[in-house]
């Protein structure tokens, strides 16, 4: 996918889209393949609060076109809750399902940690130390202090992503300079529920043109996630 920007959703099942998205008359269970009808990529998040199997994904897997990419959020069990200490197993085993569920339609393996954990140098070290490099991963923080060049140098060296956030609390910055662009919208100034005007999807156009990468929006507790995903899609 050089020089391509895959724009996607971090939620296909909302009731909310029904009659905007969804047609009417459409059964829930053709949700979903409707929604790969219209996109080429989804953030798959459930896996953030239930450990995924290797039956899920591949599931998944099973259901999309051979151009379809997922990227899949790690679970809250290694991020959140362990912070990665002493997960070393647990970490294999989800790469693991990663890999042998989606084969070559995993694009990103996503890890988000909690507004509590700010930076240090050992937190740093240790997250490097702990992943699988082979993958493409991308890392997103929450706590303003891990926007520091010591960090960014790391991930630098070692093909690692800074995820770009839009988040009401955090620095709306754009990162280009990374092993790919890799943007989450959560809505500003309403978390989640935030729809993004005209002007600033035109600036993340701008500002992603030419490069490689995904967009997803999370601003999915209303209808303003797949409006703006399909609005962005038309724009690119």
């Known amino acids: 996918m050089k020089n391509e920007i895959l724009i996607g959703c971090s939620s296909y099942n909302n009731r909310y889209w029904k ?37 899920t994904l591949t599931n998944w897997y099973d259901k999309v076109p051979e151009d379809f990419l997922f990227s899949v959020k790690a679970p809250k069990e290694i991020t959140h809750i362990k912070q990665f200490f002493d997960c070393e197993n647990r970490l294999a085993e989800f790469y693991d399902v990663c890999k042998n569920g989606l084969k070559e339609k995993l694009a990103c393996v996503l890890f988000q940690f909690p507004p509590s954990y700010n930076f240090t140098s050992e937190r740093l070290e240790q997250i490097i130390r702990n992943l699988d490099l082979k993958f493409k991963n991308v890392i997103e923080f929450r706590h303003v202090s891990w926007w520091n060049q010591e960090v960014w140098d790391a991930f630098l060296e070692n093909d690692i992503t ?75």
């Open 162 to 236: 800074f995820c770009s956030v839009s988040h009401p609390d955090l620095p709306q910055t754009i990162f280009k300079e990374f092993p790919l662009i890799y943007i989450r919208l959560h809505g500003v100034p309403k978390l989640f529920y935030s729809s993004y005007s005209l002007q600033e999807l035109l600036n993340i156009r701008d500002e992603t043109h030419s490069k490689s990468g995904f967009i997803y929006f999370n601003n999915t507790a209303s209808e303003a996630g797949i409006l703006n995903a399909l609005e962005l899609k038309r724009l690119v």
């Open 19 to 55: 009659g905007i998205f969804y047609p009417d008359n459409l059964a829930y269970s053709k949700w979903f393949e409707f929604y790969y009808q219209h996109f080429r990529t989804y953030e798959f998040n459930g896996s953030f609060y239930r450990f995924p199997t290797l039956k």
